[in-house]
């Protein structure tokens, strides 16, 4: 079976600044990858690359054997392809109800009552359907951010791009996110999902990519990975998290 995802020779610059450097990557539909590395390493790019909301300078982006480096259509791409961000970037003047179906409705055309019944079985999913009236600012951090889950799974995605997700949060609110993220992983979601959350990326991870200066040095499955990490870079990365 040919791979969902499929990144070849994936460079980016900032101005003369090399950020992503020949990434090679294949990912099988259903896959959960953890991407790490040290903060500045091009992490976040790459996801943003993927998403079509950072323009590549060389290589190709096969998503469903389409090479998204040459099409014009990413409006539609963005909703098979999901992204939540660190920032939730829900608008502050609608209610979690109507920031779940605006793109869905609006975007895609599909029915309102039929995106709201999704909505609010996503919802009860996360444990918020008591919290569709709300308006952002009534939400804590965490609950935010399973709002904007929500809000991506409701375009109903083929793959799901999570960066760095947690970060903003306390760390009274990161379980409940993280508790979402694994579930979807339960029920074969691809993801890539970029953390510094150690131990969620040895649980929840099939795979764990392992990025340093924009290039990826090592590739394992999770266990093997936080086990027995085989290049020297990874490993000083490991012991700097585990002093």
Not at 152 to 178: G, H, Q, W, Y
Request: proline content about 4%; glycine content about 6%; charged content about 30%.
């Amino acid at each position: 079976m040919a791979p969902i995802l499929e990144i070849k020779g994936l460079v980016k610059k900032f101005g003369d600044r090399v950020v992503l450097n020949g990434i090679d990557l294949q990912v099988e539909q259903g896959k959960v990858i953890a991407i790490l590395g040290p903060s500045g390493c091009g992490k976040s790019t790459f996801l943003r690359c993927i998403n079509g909301l950072e323009e590549v300078q060389d290589g190709q982006i096969i998503f469903e054997g389409e090479d998204l480096t040459k099409t014009s259509k990413w409006r539609e791409v963005r909703q098979k392809i999901g992204m939540v961000f660190q920032s939730y970037d829900l608008f502050p003047n609608m209610t979690v109800m109507e920031n779940i179906l605006l793109s869905p409705v609006k975007v895609q055309k599909r029915k309102r009552e039929e995106v709201e019944l999704q909505a609010k079985e996503l919802l009860e999913r996360v444990g918020l359907a008591d919290r569709a009236n709300a308006y952002p600012r009534e939400l804590s951090g965490g609950q935010k951010q399973r709002i904007a889950i929500v809000r991506a799974l409701c375009t109903n995605p083929k793959i799901m791009l999570f960066d760095e997700v947690t970060a903003s949060l306390d760390p009274e609110m990161v379980r409940e996110v993280l508790e979402v993220i694994a579930q979807l992983a339960k029920q074969g979601m691809t993801m890539l999902i970029v953390t510094h959350e150690m131990n969620f990326a040895e649980l929840v991870a099939d795979e764990v990519i392992f990025m340093d200066k924009g290039k990826i040095h090592e590739r394992a499955p999770a266990k093997e990975f936080f086990a027995n990490p085989q290049t020297e870079r990874a490993k000083q990365f490991i012991n700097i998290l585990n002093f």
